[in-house]
């Protein structure tokens, strides 16, 4: 099994472009969850999918955030304008099932700096 | 809300000694706990987890940790410390009855020749 894929692994731009991350689940994996890690707040959850739909999406920062899960097999995250604060690693990961006490397998991130 | 604390930002061991990060957790109802490990410019990888079963939970590489409801605990061990083993840990909770990980401020293991 590949793992959770993601792509790019680094990004570097500037200060107002659009930023799109992208991700691959684990085939199978009905769950898949977006997360963000500075330094300054830790890894935070900013949304998560169930079947392709958003279930909890409380921890998206702003309206310049969105996510979208078109398919069981791709989901992106598009960051519109993106801002030096957006600088962080953004983690993918994917589960198997809903509920309590599932496992998560995450990918190896994305790191972003916005310049 | 469920919370966790990792009480040691960062611990230093020798190669060959025992390790000890510690845990404690917030919670209303009878949690689920994982351990993740997180090495340099990696991925999250899971270590073990706590899900009502056995209090005393088995993971990978030679780590164990045991859940204590008395004393809202979960530290995780290892008998001996390996070079690899340096990396950062983080303690997490699930919330009831949903995939939501709530995730610890993560303690940094560093291993010494």
């Known amino acids: 099994d590949a793992g959770v894929i993601q792509s790019p692994r680094h990004e570097v731009t500037e200060m107002g472009q659009e930023v799109t991350l992208r991700c691959k689940p684990i085939s199978g994996h009905n769950s898949l969850f977006w997360y963000r890690q500075t330094m300054m707040r830790g890894l935070e959850l900013l949304i998560y999918?169930?079947?392709?739909?958003?279930?909890?999406d409380s921890g998206m920062p702003e309206d310049r955030f969105s996510a979208k899960m078109p398919n069981a097999s791709f989901s992106t995250l598009k960051i519109q304008p993106s801002e030096p604060r957006d600088s962080a690693v953004y983690f993918c990961a994917s589960s198997p099932d809903p509920g309590q006490g599932e496992t998560q397998y995450f990918g190896p991130g994305t790191r972003l700096l916005v310049l | 809300a469920q919370s966790v604390t990792q009480l040691d930002s960062h611990v230093s061991v020798s190669e060959g000694t025992p390790v000890l990060l510690r845990c404690n957790y917030s919670?209303?109802?009878?949690?689920?706990l994982f351990w993740y490990v997180q090495h340099p410019n990696k991925g999250l990888q899971l270590l073990l987890k706590y899900t009502s079963a056995a209090t005393l939970v088995k993971g990978i590489n030679g780590f164990e940790a045991e859940f204590k409801k008395s004393e809202t605990s979960f530290h995780l061990t290892k008998p001996s410390a390996h070079m690899s083993d340096a990396a950062e840990y983080f303690c997490?909770?699930?919330?009831?009855?949903?995939?939501?990980?709530?995730f610890g401020t993560g303690t940094r293991l560093l291993v010494s020749p």
């Open positions: 999918f169930n079947n392709n739909v958003p279930i909890d």
């Open positions: 997490v909770v699930s919330e009831e009855g949903f995939q939501k990980l709530v």
């Open positions: 919670s209303s109802y009878s949690p689920s």
